[in-house]
C-alpha cells in the first residue's frame, strides 16, 4: 500500500492511497485518516445519454441536496472518483457548498490519471481523477469495476448508516446496486435519470416484468426508495435525513 498527497491545478490537495486487493480495509481506512462518519452516502452510476437539461437538473439535485445533506448530517460521499458524470457532478457540488463534507473517491488504477502520477502518460484510455474530491483510494486494476469489491469492504467497514444513491448508470452500476442492498443498504434510485435507474424505477413503481434477474432480486428486496429527477431538491435532503438519522 502507498500514500501520498496530490495537488491538483485548482490548488486542492488529496490524500491517494494505492492498495491491492488483499489489503484489509481498516488498514486503508487508517491510512485515510479521518475523522469517522456519522453516515455515509455512496453515488453510483452516470450521465451517459443524457441532454444538457437533464443534467443540469441532476448537478442542482447534487448542489441543493446531496452535498448539503451530506455536511448537516456529518456524513461522508463515496464514489468513483473520476472527473466524468456524476462524479464531476459530486465534486463541483462539494466545493459549492463550501467542502464542508470529505468526498472519498474509488478507482481502478490501471484506469486513472493524476498529477504526478506514474501512469499520467501512456495510457490511451486513462481518466483523470476529479480535482475536487479530498481522498482517492485507488485499487490494483486495470478493469473498470475491479475496485468494486475493495469499495463495498470499505463501506462496510465505517460501520455507518448507509444509503447508496443510483443516477442512470449501466452494468456496472447495477451491479452496485444490487451488492449494496444484498449488504443490506438502503437504495435511492433517481428517477428520469436514464438507462439502468429507470429501468429500476419501472419495476418498482409498475410492476413491470423485470428486464434482468439483478432487477427482480433488487426490487424484492424492499429496500428501494424512489425519487423523481424533477421534484424539489428540499425533498431530497428530507428524503436523505430520514433514511439516514436514528429513529
Excluded at 484489509?24 to 455515509?40: E, V
Excluded at 457532478?89 to 472519498?104: Q, S, Y
Aim: contains cysteine; proline residues 3%.
Amino acid at each position: 500500500m502507498r500514500k501520498n498527497t496530490i495537488t491538483f491545478e485548482n490548488g486542492n490537495r488529496a490524500v491517494v492511497i494505492t492498495t491491492s486487493h488483499d489489503t484489509d480495509a481498516q488498514t486503508i481506512l487508517k491510512a485515510l485518516d479521518f475523522a469517522q462518519p456519522r453516515a455515509l452516502i455512496m453515488v453510483f452510476g452516470g450521465a451517459k445519454g443524457l441532454d444538457d437539461s437533464r443534467k443540469t437538473r441532476l448537478a442542482e439535485l447534487f448542489i441543493n441536496a446531496i452535498a448539503p445533506a451530506a455536511a448537516e448530517l456529518g456524513a461522508l460521499i463515496m464514489d468513483g472518483g473520476t472527473q466524468s458524470g456524476v462524479m464531476a457532478m459530486m465534486g463541483e457540488a462539494v466545493v459549492r457548498d463550501g467542502r464542508r463534507c470529505e468526498l472519498l473517491g474509488i478507482a481502478p488504477a490501471g484506469k486513472v490519471t493524476y498529477p504526478g502520477g506514474l501512469r499520467e502518460v501512456g495510457i490511451a484510455d486513462g481518466v483523470p481523477l476529479e480535482p475536487n474530491h479530498s481522498h482517492f483510494v485507488l485499487v490494483e486494476s486495470d478493469e473498470w469495476g475491479g475496485e468494486t469489491g475493495k469499495m463495498l469492504e470499505l463501506a462496510c467497514a465505517f460501520n455507518a448508516p448507509i444509503v447508496a444513491i443510483l443516477v442512470n448508470g449501466g452494468a456496472i452500476a447495477a451491479d452496485e446496486a444490487l451488492q449494496s442492498v444484498r449488504n443490506g443498504w438502503q437504495l435511492l434510485v433517481i428517477e428520469g435519470s436514464g438507462r439502468f435507474a429507470d429501468e429500476l424505477s419501472a419495476a418498482v413503481r409498475d410492476g413491470q416484468v423485470a428486464k434482468s434477474v439483478e432487477i427482480s432480486e433488487i426490487v424484492r428486496s424492499g429496500r428501494v426508495a424512489l425519487f423523481h429527477a424533477d421534484d424539489a431538491a428540499q425533498k431530497l435532503r428530507e428524503e436523505l435525513r430520514r433514511m439516514l438519522l436514528p429513529h
